[in-house]
């Protein structure tokens, strides 16, 4: 299938920047749409930004104005700026695709989670 690998987080202080990358590979056919989950201890895993084939983006409300997503279509590669950071953005940020993929000569359905990577905001 497609596997996600991330990079990019670490420790920060409030007010602080950090770019999360996130890389597909395998047998790709498309990829649709690409985004960044996020899980804090306790909580739920929650949407913070995805972006559609043709670039349309949605954002959760806490983030809007501080985060941007992107992709790089070519290096099949998500990204997510994260600016002016919180302590309350501390949390596993994952990645998460949906695409079609050759098995074959078939074209499959599927989707796939990248392992997580830790962002820290320290106050």
């Known amino acids: 299938q497609v596997q996600l690998v991330e990079s990019g987080g670490g420790l920060v202080q409030a007010g602080g920047s950090l770019r999360l990358s996130c890389a597909a590979s395998g047998s790709i056919f498309s990829i649709n749409t690409m985004g960044w989950y996020r899980q804090a201890p306790g909580n739920q895993r929650e949407l913070v930004a995805r972006?559609?084939?043709?670039?349309?983006?949605n954002y959760a409300d806490s983030v809007k104005g501080r985060f941007t997503i992107s992709r790089d279509n070519a290096k099949n590669t998500v990204y997510l700026q994260m600016n002016r950071l919180k302590s309350e953005d501390t949390a596993v940020y994952y990645c998460n695709a949906d695409y079609q993929w050759r098995e074959g000569w078939a074209i499959r359905t599927g989707g796939s989670w990248g392992q997580g990577t830790q962002v820290t905001v320290s106050s």
């Open positions: 972006i559609i084939n043709g670039g349309r983006t």
